[in-house]
């Protein structure tokens, strides 16, 4: 079993649709969880980080995580065709020297 | 302020060669790592640099491959004798602080070919 597992689609949508995308994980020394963006070509970019247990909001954007379950998702409302990319999750604990650990990624398209 | 860069942005290499992949991260950061995103298999961590302290090299896939960071800046990835295996995306990124440090800003990669 891989420590981060998530669903690489690919996720078609129409616009204005809200999106959800999931990662499970097994490790649970994990304490710092992200949503990084990748659009074709370019490197990833940090959407969203949350530590530890909760939600966060930021726009149209929605992260959560249940330790619990060791779950974590990523809510986009009111999608645009600009948010159409790579999603990837990663994840890290507080240990020093260790580096983030990423879900496949998942594609998303959203059509106009 | 610039971001982290990488140089090439494609090399194509034949099978056997060595190759140089650079990174210059961002001024100030001093923590750089090395990942590797192959097609199906997400990204994968190769070695972390964390000021003068000795890398963590815990990802590196075999002896072929190595890195150094000069000054604590500009560090070179080095693949040696390349195989069609290593064909990937390769990324690094920089952070403020190193350990747990999640604000990690990537490169745009190196897209290694090998032929």
């Known amino acids: 079993q891989k420590e981060v597992e998530q669903d690489p689609g690919p996720l078609s949508v129409p616009e204005g649709a809200i999106v959800s995308l999931n990662c499970t994980y097994s490790?649970?020394?994990?304490?710092?969880f992200m949503w990084y963006r990748q659009y074709s070509r370019k490197g990833p970019e940090l959407l969203m980080y949350t530590y530890s247990s909760g939600n966060k909001e930021d726009g149209r954007f929605t992260a959560q995580v249940d330790k619990s379950s060791k779950y974590i998702s990523l809510f986009i409302r009111d999608s645009q065709p600009s948010d159409s990319a790579t999603y990837l999750c990663?994840?890290?604990?507080?240990?020093?020297?260790?580096?983030?650990?990423f879900g496949k990624g998942t594609t998303l398209s959203v059509s106009s | 302020g610039a971001g982290v860069s990488q140089s090439p942005s494609n090399k194509v290499t034949e099978k056997g060669k060595d190759v140089e992949l650079r990174c210059d991260p961002i001024?100030?950061?001093?923590?750089l790592y090395w990942y590797r995103q192959s097609l199906g298999q997400g990204l994968e961590f190769l070695i972390y640099f964390q000021g003068n302290s000795a890398p963590d090299k815990s990802g590196l896939p075999s002896d072929r491959f190595s890195a150094e960071r000069t000054g604590g800046s500009v560090s070179t990835l080095t693949i040696q004798r390349t195989q069609q295996e290593d064909s990937a995306v390769y990324l690094c990124?920089?952070?403020?602080?190193?350990?747990?440090?999640?604000?990690?800003?990537f490169g745009p990669g190196t897209r290694l070919t090998v032929t």
């Open positions: 490790n649970s020394a994990f304490q710092y």
């Open positions: 001024s100030g950061h001093t923590a």
């Open positions: 990663a994840m890290i604990s507080n240990q020093a020297g260790t580096a983030l650990i």
């Open positions: 990124a920089s952070s403020l602080v190193g350990g747990g440090a999640y604000e990690q800003y």
